[in-house]
């Protein structure tokens, strides 16, 4: 594997809270809640499904993305950075109750992880006659802040030597990572993976470790400005919820901490509940699409 690489990979048999991508030499762009509309799937076809079967979605080589029987509010969040459900007001009751397969492929060089909100807006003017605003509403929040009165950080949370969202070309950059919970992943630069219980980060600022928690969007509050590697291990929230049999069988502390505890525990920092301005999709018109 070559160094500078941005990697997030997250388990494709539900849907995640980012789209799985390969890996990529780029910066990820700034976001944004609108997207550049001349960025279009080459090939899309949509139809109903009827079946009681599991969401999914999928993001394989090549550009192409799939999903099986997922609801249309599914796509709206992949448009609006996965926006928790709370956060995307006005839609019609069928845009949550009825399910749809996709299958799409991006044109030759759009690559799924940097363009994924601009081409699903696109798909969804085009098939769905969806229009839509943001505004900005107060709502319940969670402000990320320091744990400890001595502003004393957690051993697997470390200043990063390069600024992964900079100048790659920095001394820092160059220097290969050793990953102590994740040593699969030695000598990566500059990456963000996600996966069941385990989160690791590297080059990027703390604002990038969480968007959302718990439907909640999240604002940096740390103080701590820069790029960062963390490392990150806990119990899934979806354990006990996804029916695994051999996870039930295992006591809590076999299981691992709980998120908000290894966050704390492990990084020296916590989610404290509070009140803000935070961005919301209103959704102006939205039809049903008419299958392929």
């Known amino acids: 594997m070559r160094l500078h690489v941005l990697a ?7 849907w995640a809270p980012r789209v799985a991508t390969q890996e990529s030499s780029q910066t990820p762009p700034p976001k944004s809640d609108v997207r550049d509309a001349g960025v279009t799937f080459e090939v899309a076809s949509i139809k109903r499904n009827l079946s009681d079967g599991p969401s999914r979605g999928r993001s394989e080589p090549g550009g192409r993305f799939t999903a099986t029987g997922a609801p249309v509010l599914q796509f709206i969040r992949l448009a609006y950075n996965n926006w928790s459900p709370d956060r995307i007001l006005n839609v019609p009751a069928w845009v949550t109750s009825e399910r ?40 319940p929040i969670l402000e990320l802040v320091l744990a ?27 220097r290969p990572v050793r990953a102590a919970s994740f040593p699969e992943f030695d000598g990566l630069t500059c990456m963000q993976l996600e996966l069941r219980g385990r989160r690791l980060m590297r080059g990027f600022p703390l604002e990038d470790f969480a968007d959302e928690v718990n439907g909640r969007a999240v604002i940096d509050k740390t103080g701590l400005t820069g790029a960062w590697n963390l490392e990150l291990e806990f119990s899934p929230d979806e354990l006990s919820a996804a029916g695994d049999a051999s996870a039930s069988d295992l006591t809590p502390s076999e299981r691992g901490p709980s998120f908000f505890t290894a966050v704390e525990e492990q990084l020296g920092l916590r989610f404290r509940p509070s009140r803000g301005a ?15």
């Open 8 to 14: 997030t990979v997250l388990l494709v048999s539900s």
């Open 100 to 139: 749809y397969d996709l299958v799409a492929r991006a044109p030759d060089g759009v690559q799924l992880s940097r363009e994924m909100g601009s081409l699903m807006q696109s798909f969804l003017r085009e098939r769905f006659a969806f229009e839509a605003h943001v505004e900005v509403r107060e709502m």
């Open 148 to 174: 400890r009165r001595d502003g004393r950080l957690g051993t697997k949370l470390q200043r990063s030597s390069c600024d992964c969202r900079g100048n790659r070309t920095e001394p820092g950059c160059s």
């Open 278 to 292: 935070v961005k919301v999709v209103v959704v102006d018109r939205i039809e049903r699409p008419t299958p392929d």
